[in-house]
């Protein structure tokens, strides 16, 4: 679904010039749960970033689903970032929209009709475990919740991948793993998980593959899921 081939990001130009990311090659096949961890500035957030085409690469080839994204057009953009779903460690909600609203915003501005959305939005909000938090407000509900419902906003074009960067880092222990719990069940139902994180109980706790990323190059890749830094 996914693959990095000899990808090199750089910023700047000559004596000023940084490296965040050096010959990055791996693999990460559909329905796939793969956490990429590291310390503070090791390239995790830049390679979501690359995935989602936040960024371009330096050089090197990035293909999804087939096609190759490190020399997307601005044409294209729109189309390859609905077939992915974000999530962040800043929830990023509308203030003044209800829960309900914040999540049918999605499909709003994607022109969905009235009665797609009347359907949907429940639909996704009940797998979150938000059907009883339709009409809160953010403000109303716990941080763990607002992750709940950035989450189902991520979710309801139900797209084939989902790419979490730190999502948990605003949380106490108890609400992170329900959020990661969530994830996982996500991805039992199908959808491709690219978790980015620091946090080393997380990725010892859900025993999936790990990536593990140190200044900008891969150093580790577990199949079984352990943090090893």
């Known amino acids: 679904m996914i693959e990095f081939i000899n990808v090199r990001k750089s910023y700047g130009a000559g004596n000023l ?66 077939r992915i779903g974000t999530v962040f460690q800043d929830y990023k909600l509308l203030p003044k929209k209800t829960v309900y609203e914040n999540v049918a915003f999605a499909l709003e501005v994607s022109g969905y009709l009235t009665r797609e959305i009347r359907q949907s939005v429940p639909q996704i909000l009940d797998i979150v475990g938000l059907s009883n938090k339709l009409g809160s407000y953010p403000h109303e509900i716990s941080g763990g919740e607002q992750q709940r419902a950035a989450i189902a906003r991520a979710l309801v074009h139900r797209p084939a991948l989902i790419i979490a960067d730190e999502p948990t880092g605003n949380l106490d222990p108890i609400s992170a793993w329900g959020i990661i719990q969530l994830l996982l069940k996500i991805n039992k139902l199908g959808t491709t998980i690219v978790l980015a994180t620091h946090d080393k109980d997380i990725v010892n706790n859900v025993k999936r593959r790990v990536i593990t990323l140190d200044q900008g190059r891969i150093i ?3 199949s079984k899921g352990r943090y090893a830094i």
């Not at 960024?55 to 057009?73: Q, Y």
């Open 17 to 82: 010039m940084a490296t965040a990311l050096e010959d990055i090659n791996f693999k990460i096949e559909k329905e796939e749960f793969v956490s990429f961890v590291g310390h503070s500035g090791a390239g995790k957030s830049t390679i979501l970033k690359l995935i989602y085409a936040e960024e371009k690469p330096t050089s090197g080839e990035i293909i999804f689903n087939g096609e190759d994204i490190s020399k997307i057009s601005s044409r294209q953009l729109p189309y390859h970032r609905r």
């Open 220 to 222: 580790r890749d577990h």
